[in-house]
């Protein structure tokens, strides 16, 4: 008699969200910017310097991010301030960072 297969624990929209946002956090360059926005607002300029990237490169990958609506944006004045909407998405880099990586890789 064959086996039964098991259900699904999720529905499928799950893992179409999970893997866009892994699609999203693919970039090493995103998610070094994730990093510095976690804890506080901070401009273009900034991001460039820490990076040492281009700003029209800084700006690409923070639009995308909007886009995305992992990041948002308030202008004050001149400046575009950027922040991470939900801090704990950098919870789940340190989960990958846990996982012995190098055995997949």
Known sequence: ???????????????IKCAELFKIMSNPKRLEILNII???EVTVNEISKILGTR?????QHLAYLRYTGIV????NGKNIF????DPKII????????IKINKYL
């Open 1 to 15: 008699m064959a086996k039964e297969a098991t259900k699904s624990p999720h529905k499928k929209e799950f893992y």
């Open 38 to 40: 976690k804890d506080r």
């Open 55 to 59: 700003k029209s490169n800084t700006s």
């Open 72 to 75: 948002t944006a308030k202008r």
């Open 82 to 85: 950027y922040k991470l909407v």
């Open 91 to 98: 919870d789940s880099c340190k989960i990958l960072s846990e």
